[in-house]
């Protein structure tokens, strides 16, 4: 068997007899219906999309509540396009990994088209301003990562792309952003057709993200002559375009050589993960968690589907905000970056197996239910205690998920202002909670500079995650090795001052000696880490 649509159709008997649950419908008319009147565009290929929002779409197919798919453009790494999804028929396989060990196989045929989202390849870049004229375009979907969004460089410097692309107009955009400002100014002159641009990034405000990004352009295009004035009353006209928050939340860590091996056992053949050139790790398939949350501001004004029979939840800007900061503030977010943190140090490869260490266990315990959940304002669509439930009980223990520590601690300088930042003033804010109360959240802060070291808690040396800022972090680490017993404060005093990697001045609300005082204890020596870990979570 391979996945492609022949296969599907001439060994539909075989797929079945594997467990593979096929298509419901009738692909070849479900593409020729979206092609005629698209209704949903996603920008981004990535296994969040393939695992979430295709299956969104076959669901609503499945039940006969559509008859029309989802087109995919991918902006940044056109390797995905096509390698992947071209060479597959646009299929791919969904292994849903559950706890009690089964797992759901899915082939995923939703997506009718992929696109290159690339100004350069003529053919490439007019089908999707094709698109973009099309009346029945409803939405369009982002996940190309909070860094997409970014107009400057970690300086505060604009890129040069982006200023190249502000002087040259929208003819021929290089930026991300920059090409997609441009398709919506092909719709703005198709006659301002209605649209609802979405961020389902992992980042707060991620609708308020994008629009300042849209907008940068349409004011430095309108003000240099390069397009039209109407273009940016049009994208700051909600009735004619909004940019709605959302929050989502699944984890779907890179396709695992486990699940490889079990899709090949049931005879499926040519899944073998590529790695591109530019570094993405992608295959036919995609393996994920069974839990899913997204949750989006209902603002959509050229109407929409009824995604909320496919599990979508729809609220307000308000709701929609609580949300995300419960889930990236407490109650998911800041206890992965902790187990990241302290897995890289202790040699763990997989977060589910941190979750058999009690002293791990302990540690994520105590910064959700008692130093976060007591700051968490409840949404009410979701209960925070409950979902806190769900991540320590069930999603993160999952030993079938085979996600790791290396990769949750990437770019760990840019998650802990908001992960344990905003609890922090929280606290400050509090007539109640004073900071001093917290004990376990400046023991990650003082874990993620031991982990700078890149020496783990055995004494051997490892590979630190990427991160945009590690040549400006790691060198106030540089003196230290295990065993030093010198002066720690005077090499950390700067990092501890720095309120954008902390979202405080540590110094400022009082934590700045604590942090200190746990980083020596965490060089001590060989099995410091742990001894530490012992030590606080007893």
């Known amino acids: 068997m391979r996945l492609n649509n022949n296969s599907i159709k001439s060994e539909a008997a075989l797929w079945e007899a594997a467990g593979y649950d096929l298509p419901h419908f009738d692909r070849e008319a479900v593409n020729k219906a979206t092609a005629e009147n698209p209704f949903w565009v996603h920008f981004g290929a990535g296994n969040i999309f393939r695992a979430f929002h295709t299956?969104?779409?076959?669901?609503?197919?499945?039940?006969?509540?559509?008859?029309?798919?989802?087109?995919?453009?991918?902006?940044?790494?056109?390797?995905?396009?096509?390698?992947?999804?071209?060479?597959?028929?646009?299929?791919?396989?969904?292994?849903?990994?559950?706890?009690?060990?089964?797992?759901?196989?899915?082939?995923?045929?939703?997506?009718?088209?992929?696109?290159?989202?690339?100004?350069?390849?003529?053919?490439?870049f007019a089908r999707l301003k094709e698109i973009f004229r099309k009346e029945s375009l409803q939405m369009t979907t982002f996940t190309i990562t909070e860094k997409g969004y970014s107009l400057t460089n970690a300086q505060g410097e604009m890129l040069p792309v982006v200023t190249a692309d502000f002087a040259s107009g929208p003819e021929k955009p290089q930026s991300y952003i920059g090409k997609v400002a441009a398709l919506l100014y092909e719709r703005y002159k198709a006659g301002e057709l209605p649209i609802a641009m979405i961020s389902t990034d992992n980042c707060s405000h991620n609708g308020e993200k994008l629009y300042q990004s849209i907008k940068a352009y349409a004011d430095a295009w309108c003000n240099n002559g390069l397009a039209e004035k109407g273009f940016l009353e049009y994208i700051n006209d909600e009735k004619k375009v909004t940019f709605p928050w959302s929050m989502i939340d699944k984890i779907t860590p890179r396709p695992d050589n486990s699940v490889l091996e079990m899709l090949k056992k049931d005879g499926v053949e040519d899944l073998d993960p590529i790695i591109t050139g530019k570094k993405t790790y992608v295959a036919p398939f995609v393996n994920a968690e069974e839990c899913e949350y997204l949750v989006v501001e209902d603002k959509f004004p050229n109407g929409r589907p009824a995604l909320e029979k496919a599990g979508v939840m729809f609220t307000d800007r308000e709701t929609v905000n609580k949300v995300e900061k419960m889930k990236v503030c407490t109650c998911l977010n800041p206890l992965h970056t902790a187990l990241a943190v302290y897995g890289c140090l202790l040699g763990y490869t997989l977060i589910a197996d941190e979750m058999k260490d009690e002293n791990l266990v302990k540690m994520v315990e105590v910064i959700g239910y008692k130093e976060g959940l007591p700051v968490v304002v409840n949404p009410g669509i979701l209960d925070p205690k409950k979902f806190i439930d769900t991540v320590l009980k069930v999603r993160v223990p999952n030993p079938f998920m085979p996600d790791t520590p290396q990769r949750i601690a990437t770019d760990t300088s840019q998650k802990l202002a908001i992960r344990f930042g905003e609890t922090i003033k929280a606290y400050q804010a509090s007539e109640k909670l004073n900071v001093t109360d917290l004990?376990?959240?400046?023991?990650v802060f003082a874990g993620w500079l031991r982990y700078l070291m890149a020496v783990d808690d055995n004494g051997e040396k490892f590979t630190l995650s990427p991160d945009p800022l590690l040549d400006e972090v790691c060198p106030f680490v540089s003196e230290f090795s295990l065993g030093y017993t010198g002066e720690v404060e005077k090499y950390l005093k700067p990092i501890l001052q720095n309120a954008k990697i902390f979202g405080v001045d540590l110094y400022e609300v009082g934590m700045a000696e604590t942090v200190c005082n746990y980083f020596k204890e965490l060089i001590a020596g060989v099995g410091a880490v742990r001894t530490t870990l012992k030590k606080y979570t007893c």
């Open 55 to 124: 299956n969104i779409v076959q669901k609503l197919l499945n039940s006969g509540e559509i008859n029309r798919g989802i087109i995919v453009a991918e902006g940044f790494d056109y390797e995905i396009v096509e390698r992947v999804n071209r060479k597959c028929d646009e299929l791919t396989i969904l292994a849903t990994l559950k706890v009690s060990g089964k797992v759901e196989k899915s082939v995923i045929g939703s997506i009718t088209e992929s696109c290159i989202l690339d100004s350069n390849n003529v053919s490439e």
């Open 439 to 443: 004990k376990l959240i400046p023991l």
